[in-house]
């Protein structure tokens, strides 16, 4: 099965900026959408940005103008550029697959397999 590991978080001052990099282990990584999530303490796993197979970006209401997520097929890998960060961006963030090939969707029961989380905090 294929798996996901993502790198990059880090603490970063408010108004700072931070590139979350995914990496997946498949070798039709271009053939699925991949997605960021985010979950703060406490709080629900919510949808920040996907970039589909045909590499149409979507992105959360929250971080629209702010986040910019991009592909690399020939690295299998995806990024997520973060900029004007806030206190409330907070949270692990959480890289994952669609479960299946040429699928679109933003629902976190769209998506397998996950990352383990790589952690961003945002001081004020």
């Known amino acids: 099965q294929a798996q996901v590991v993502e790198s990059g978080g880090g603490l970063v001052q408010a108004g700072g900026s931070l590139r979350l990099s995914c990496a997946a282990s498949?070798?039709?990584?271009?053939?699925?959408?991949m997605g960021w999530f985010r979950q703060a303490p406490g709080k629900e796993r919510d949808f920040v940005a996907a970039i589909t197979w045909a590499n149409t970006p979507v992105y959360g209401d929250s971080v629209k103008g702010r986040f910019t997520i991009s592909r690399d097929n020939a690295k299998n890998t995806a990024y997520l550029q973060m900029n004007s960060l806030k206190p409330d961006d907070t949270a692990v963030y959480y890289c994952?697959?669609?479960?299946?090939?040429?699928?679109?969707?933003?629902?976190?029961?769209?998506?397998?397999?996950w990352g383990q989380g790589t952690q961003v905090t945002v001081s004020s």
């Open positions: 498949t070798r039709t990584f271009s053939s699925y959408t």
């Open positions: 994952a697959a669609h479960r299946f090939r040429h699928g679109v969707g933003i629902g976190i029961d769209d998506y397998d397999p």
